[in-house]
């Protein structure tokens, strides 16, 4: 058997094994792992001792090229998917919105254009639904076939993105029909709107008050009533970017009763707090995003909820705007910072450190929560999420004990802050390779941008 190339020597490391063997991959996908496959047989032999063998990384939730409050993330789909792949990912999932008065297919449409020519990496979108007549309703199927098979809802942001309860349950009631998966923003934003009045009201407008207005009881109340109306409906619930303990008791509890519920949290809730708004002057704006940084006890809650399944998955919610120009939109009201951070790049890195050279839980845990668990509740699984043969060839060389320091001196993104600046990490990629293609090898960027392909994602399974 011919090989196109031949990853040598490295300890495979999947959700559920860890062994040692050569991986073969031809035409783009992996074609063979065994012991001592022969050098003679392959084009290029890389050379993976001493280092894992993994899935590439699946981000499920990214904000690339999005308008919000007059501005737009500042990363596009090129550079956006380069700084994702100097971190090991090779797949992300982005957002395409519908606004109000708008159909779902132009929201799809929109984002495909965006992307198209531009990401370096394979992609899928979910669709952000904000308005919800029969006919967009009757929209959803149609986007499930054609591989939008989610559709993200938002209890927060009213007037703008927010949905009522029966909206949000007629969405559900459909999404279950048709093999949806509903991925839920959930904060009741109702409730925070009168506290943000009356905290601008009391002349409160320092970054710091766009945490303190949005209490972990907003969250955990949405949360609980998101559960609800997908327990009515029939339907399972994703609940994205989870941030506190409150809300992942929620999310603990219906698991418990065995009801299809999911939670991802983000490496910023696990590594940030809300201390990190004692920044001088108006930095803290740095750490804008929402749900805010909590309390820094959160923070230990969280890892454990990873480490016993009570959260499934981490991804980024990277949504970056820079500090000049674009953060400091609302340097006079914390309500106009536009609401984002960056986070791409440093997803496998943070969770691997924090995870599993902290000894919290194993090297197969944290594939399955940046690889395999994203992969198989979104619809990509095996194509996308496992080393076997038939799977693409979507492959890092992880360095174990390679040791990194954060800085936005050194990131590829293209904002000009880390949030985890400073910040010390053990355990990185250090060889990244999508579909076969080598596309970051010596700290190099070798990929294409406009190689990356649209993924036509199949429907939920559950994790
Ligand atoms: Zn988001």
Sequence with gaps: MRFETILKNGTIVTATDTYTADVGISAEKIAAIAAGLSAENAARVI??????????????????????????????????TIAAAFGGTTTLIDFAIQYKGQTLRHAFDTWMKKAQGKAAIDY???????????????????????????????????????????????????????????????ENGGAIDVIVRRALAEGKRA????????????EAEATGRAIALAEMAGAPVHIVHLSCNEALEKVREARDRGLPVYAETCPQYLY????????????????????PLREKWHQEKLWQGLAKDDLQLVSTDHCPFCYKEQKELGRDDFTKIPN??????????LVYSGGVASGRFSPNRFVQLVATAPAKLFGLYPQKGTIAVGSDADLIVFDPKREETISAKTHHMRVDYSMFEGIRTKGSPKLTMSRGRVIIENGKFTGRPGAGSFLRRKTYAAV
Excluded: W
């Design 340 to 349: 984002g951070g960056p986070g791409i790049e440093h997803r496998l890195a």
């Design 47 to 80: 050379d993976a001792s001493g280092c894992y063998v993994m899935p590439g990384g699946i981000d499920v939730h990214t904000h690339l090229d999005m308008p919000f409050g007059g501005t737009t993330s500042a990363d596009d789909f090129e550079s956006g």
């Design 124 to 186: 899928a979108f979910h669709c952000i639904v904000t308005d919800l007549p029969d006919a967009q309703l009757d929209e959803m199927p149609a986007l499930v076939h054609d591989g939008v098979s989610s559709f993200k809802l938002f209890m927060a942001y009213p007037g703008v993105f927010m949905l009522d309860d029966a909206a949000i349950f007629r969405a559900m009631s459909r999404a279950a029909e048709c093999g949806g998966l509903i991925c839920m923003h959930a």
């Design 272 to 291: 940030l707090s809300i201390e990190n708004f004692d920044a001088p002057g108006f930095e803290g704006a740095k750490y804008v995003f929402t749900p």
């Design 207 to 218: 970054p710091k008050y766009h945490a303190l207005t949005r209490p972990t009881t907003a």
